[in-house]
């Protein structure tokens, strides 16, 4: 794997657990729309 393709790994890595932080947040009693929408920028 080259350097490049180790970076895009790793951005969709951290995609995936942002989104995943806001599927999470957004489906508590009381969801946390500011942090929600933040992770999901």
Known sequence: MTA????SVAWF???EADLQAA???L???N???DIVCYHAQ
Request: hydrophobic share 40%; charged share 20%; proline share 6%.
């Open 4 to 7: 490049k393709s180790n970076l």
């Open 13 to 15: 890595t951290k995609a």
């Open 23 to 25: 599927e999470l947040l």
């Open 27 to 29: 489906n508590t009693t």
């Open 31 to 33: 969801p946390l729309l």
